[in-house]
């Protein structure tokens, strides 16, 4: 082979290698990185990953904020409308934050299944809910309604016709 082939070659060579290292480089930086968001009826289910950050959110359930009395520690359940999940966040809550009011939490789950925050985001108007939330909460609507079997619960059979 002619030494310029040969040196030509190996440059190429070299160039390819390092933006293969590059890109896997980015790769792993964004697996890392990346944060999912899971409802409470898949957190409920075992379906989010423990000690792995990720985003949950729902519905703050009417009567379930606890606050401890020695520090800012706080404990709610979020609901979907089919399961809910335990949350404890400490810190301070935002100001919108309320009870029937929607949520979406980051943070990780420990080893009994409890959600614990490390940020929490309320949301900014009546109107307003977070998509993955909207979305979630249609779902559990759906199903309660059809069930598992896809008709609906609440017709007589000489409706179903």
Do not use: C, W
């Amino acid at each position: 082979m002619h030494p310029q082939r040969k040196q030509k070659l190996l440059i190429i060579l070299f160039m390819l290698g390092g933006i293969s290292l590059a890109v896997t480089l980015m790769l792993v930086a964004l697996k890392e990185n990346i944060n999912l968001f899971y409802t409470p009826s898949q957190i409920a289910e075992g379906e989010a990953p423990k000690h792995r950050t990720i985003r949950a959110g729902g519905m703050v359930v009417e009567g379930s904020v606890r606050r401890a009395d020695d520090d800012l520690t706080v404990r709610f359940d979020v609901s979907d409308g089919n399961s809910s999940v335990t949350l404890s966040f400490t810190g301070i809550l935002p100001d919108l934050f309320r009870e029937g009011q929607g949520i979406v939490a980051m943070g990780k789950i420990n080893e009994s299944g409890e959600f614990i925050a490390s940020e929490v985001l309320a949301k900014h108007d009546e109107n307003y809910m977070p998509p993955e939330v909207a979305d979630a909460m249609e779902k559990a609507k759906l199903e309660k309604k059809y069930g598992a079997s896809g008709k609906s619960s609440d017709t007589s059979p000489a409706e179903s016709y």
